[in-house]
C-alpha cells in the first residue's frame, strides 16, 4: 500500500496515482472509494496500536465526511478513535477564527465532541484559526465555494445565452455545450443536461418533443412540473454544439361559481395581463350551499437566473 500512499495535503489516504492535471479534476475529490479505503485503514493501524500513525489518516476523513450523507464506515471509524484516543482528563477546547467580518469561536466540549459546528464566511479570502485549551481533540477547518461551471472537468463546456426573440411572455434559450478532449479521451460518454427555468416559466412541450429529433440529443423530458428540462446528449467528440429550449410564462386562474350570477374579473398584475372569469346561473338548489370564492393568482416574476448543469 505505500506505493498508494497520497499525502499531498494535510491528511495521508490511499488513491490511484493521477497523471498530468488531472489531480485539479474536483470529481476526483472525496469520493466514496478513497474515504472507505482509509476509514479501514483507521481500523488497521488502531488494532496494531499504531495511534500515532493514525492521526494524519484521521485528519482526511474529517475533510472527506459529508454532514448530509454521511458514510457509515467513516462514522463508525471515527468514533472507534475518538474511544481510542479518550482519556480521563475533561474536554474543554475553544477555537478562535479571525479573519472575516467578525471573531468567530466554537466551544468543544463532552456534550458536543461529535458535533459538527459551522460558521458562515461570507466576503473573506482566508481565516486564521487559533485552538487552545486541556484535552485531546480532532479539530477540522475546512472551506467550499462554487467551481466555475465552464472548467475542464467534467471535460464540458457550458455556454447558456437568451436569443434575441425572446419577449417578455417567451424566453427561448440556446445552449452551446462542448466536450474537451484530453489524452487518449477524444469521445465523451452519455451525459446529463439539465436546465433550470426562471420562476414563472414552464417549457413548452412541443418543442421539447422536437428537441428528441436533434442528432446529438438522446432522449428530453420535463420535470418540477414543466420548471426543468432533462435531456440526455449522445457521446459528443471535440466540437460544439447546440440546443434551444423555450418556454412560456405561466398564468394560472382557479376559479368556483359564487351564489349570485355576476361578473368576476381579475387583473393579473404581471406584464399587464387582465384574465376575467364569468360565473354561471345557479339552479335554485345550489343557492342554498355555502359560497365558494374565486382565486385568482399568477406566478411571481423570474426573479433567480436560469441555470444549467451537466452530469
Known amino acids: 500500500m505505500d506505493k498508494y500512499t497520497n499525502s499531498s495535503g494535510p491528511g495521508i489516504f490511499w488513491s490511484r ?81 479571525s479573519g472575516s467580518e467578525e471573531a468567530r469561536q466554537f466551544q468543544i466540549g463532552d456534550n458536543n465532541a461529535l458535533i459538527i459546528q459551522s460558521q458562515l464566511i461570507r466576503n473573506s479570502l482566508s481565516a486564521t484559526a487559533v485552538t487552545e485549551g486541556r484535552g485531546i481533540a480532532l479539530i477540522g477547518l475546512s472551506a467550499k465555494g462554487s467551481t466555475n461551471v465552464t472548467a475542464p472537468w467534467p471535460r464540458y463546456t457550458l ?31 452519455l451525459a446529463l443536461l439539465t436546465v433550470q427555468l426562471p420562476s414563472g416559466f414552464l417549457a413548452d412541450i412541443n418543442t ?15 420535470s418540477l412540473g414543466g420548471a426543468r428540462v432533462l435531456a440526455w446528449v449522445r457521446a459528443a467528440r471535440a466540437e460544439r454544439l447546440t440546443i434551444a429550449v423555450v418556454s412560456d410564462v405561466q398564468v394560472t386562474v382557479h376559479a368556483r361559481s359564487s351564489t349570485a350570477c355576476r361578473v368576476l374579473r381579475a387583473t393579473c398584475a404581471r406584464r399587464g395581463r387582465r384574465v376575467r372569469a364569468r360565473a354561471a346561473r345557479l339552479p335554485p338548489a345550489a343557492l342554498r350551499r355555502p359560497p365558494l370564492r374565486m382565486r385568482t393568482h399568477c406566478c411571481p416574476p423570474p426573479s433567480p437566473p436560469y441555470s444549467s448543469s451537466l452530469h
Open 208 to 222: 421539447i418533443t422536437e428537441l428528441t429529433s436533434v442528432r446529438h440529443v438522446s432522449a428530453a423530458r420535463v
Open 159 to 189: 455556454d447558456p445565452r437568451v436569443d434575441q426573440v425572446s419577449t417578455k411572455d417567451r424566453l427561448q434559450l440556446s445552449i452551446c455545450y462542448g466536450f474537451v478532449a484530453a489524452g487518449n479521451d477524444s469521445e465523451s460518454g
Open 17 to 97: 496515482q493521477l497523471s498530468g492535471s488531472e489531480w485539479r479534476n474536483p470529481w476526483l475529490h472525496g469520493n466514496s472509494l478513497d474515504a472507505q479505503t482509509a476509514a479501514w485503514g483507521v481500523r488497521c493501524l488502531v488494532a496494531a496500536r499504531k495511534t500515532d500513525e493514525a492521526v494524519p489518516v484521521v485528519r482526511y476523513l474529517l475533510e472527506a465526511y459529508q454532514p448530509y450523507d454521511p458514510d457509515p464506515e467513516v462514522v463508525d471509524s471515527l468514533a472507534l478513535f475518538s474511544q481510542t484516543v479518550r482519556e480521563t482528563v475533561k474536554l474543554r477546547v475553544s477555537v478562535n477564527v
